[in-house]
């Protein structure tokens, strides 16, 4: 898959791409990346893509024509049919729904800003999607578009290992995925949950399964509100909840227990200092 990012700092992008699955990625041809940077595309002596903000105020704002002319020579490069993405805070919400909608693209370009952003007749006029990564503000959006990238890239085929990785990953099927272990199977006085040595593949399927919905009912209610769930599933959940009910009681008891031990010390305390 071709992707393009078009900003002001491809160096932060090339040396991240290096390492791990994404740098296999690349050396593999799965996936290239190109960088189109917008002060190649100015024409004064100081190469300045950035100027005041109208209306004033501080900061500063990145010109129209530099970044419309470097991300004109991206859309040159790329397939047809590639989309162009802004990235900003003010963007719709980057997900693995989105991940999954960019890896069937034909290549798409990623463009980051700096400073206050990007003149807002760029962003109108000239890309396809504005997508955010969270809310909170970067810097710039290279950090944001090597997250695109990574999400994106670990979906196409022949970037993982193997090609189980990705499907039991988080929100694959709607669900956070369900906890990992390894070895050994004590430490620090805790174990390793029984039935993943039980060697019944069913069963540790069934717990796992058991493990995501509990943990997407705990953490992510709102994705578990989204999505269908079969009659065994039902079941599962209504299972880890009794048993998460019967923790919270336990763990209630033994600070009753805790607290009442305390309070009759401090009496018998307060008996012998009287
Ligand atoms: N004035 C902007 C605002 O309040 O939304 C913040 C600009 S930010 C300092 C500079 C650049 O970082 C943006 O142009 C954008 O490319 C990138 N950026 C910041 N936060 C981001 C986020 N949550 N997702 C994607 N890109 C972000």
């Known amino acids: 898959m071709r992707i393009a990012v078009v900003t002001l700092f491809p160096s932060m992008l090339r040396e991240a791409l290096t390492h791990g699955v994404l740098g296999r990625a690349l050396e593999r041809g799965v996936v290239e990346v190109g960088y189109f940077d917008p002060r190649d595309h100015t024409v004064d002596a100081h190469r300045t893509v950035d100027d005041r903000p109208y209306g004033g105020g501080p900061g500063m704002v990145l010109k129209v024509e530099p970044f419309r002319d470097a991300l004109r020579a991206a859309r040159a490069a790329m397939p047809p049919g590639s989309r162009a993405v802004y990235l900003g805070a003010d963007g719709d919400r980057f997900d693995q729904r989105r991940a999954r909608e960019a890896r069937d693209w034909p290549g798409f370009i990623l463009v980051a800003g700096r400073y206050e952003g990007i003149d807002e007749r760029f962003v109108e006029h000239e890309v396809d999607e504005q997508w955010s990564i969270g809310d909170y503000v970067l810097s710039g959006g290279e950090l944001a578009a090597l997250v695109v990238i990574d999400a994106v890239a670990r979906?196409?085929?022949?970037?993982?290992?193997?090609?189980?990785?990705?499907?039991?990953?988080?929100?694959?099927?709607?669900?956070?995925?369900?906890?990992?272990y390894t070895r050994p199977a004590s430490v620090d006085g805790r174990d390793v949950p029984e039935v993943l040595s039980s060697g019944d593949h069913a069963a540790i399927g069934r717990w796992r399964l058991q493990q995501s919905l509990g943990r997407t009912w705990q953490r992510r209610p709102d994705l578990l509100e989204r999505r269908a769930m079969s009659a065994e599933e039902r079941a599962l959940l209504e299972?880890?909840?009794?048993?998460?009910?019967?923790?919270?009681?336990e763990d209630n008891r033994v600070t009753d227990e805790r607290y009442d031990e305390g309070e009759s010390n401090e009496q018998d305390h307060s008996a012998t200092e009287r």
Do not use: C, I, N, Y
């Open 155 to 180: 979906l196409l085929p022949g970037t993982l290992g193997s090609a189980e990785s990705a499907v039991q990953e988080s929100f694959t099927d709607g669900l956070l995925d369900w906890p990992h």
């Open 239 to 249: 299972e880890f909840k009794r048993a998460a009910a019967v923790r919270r009681m």
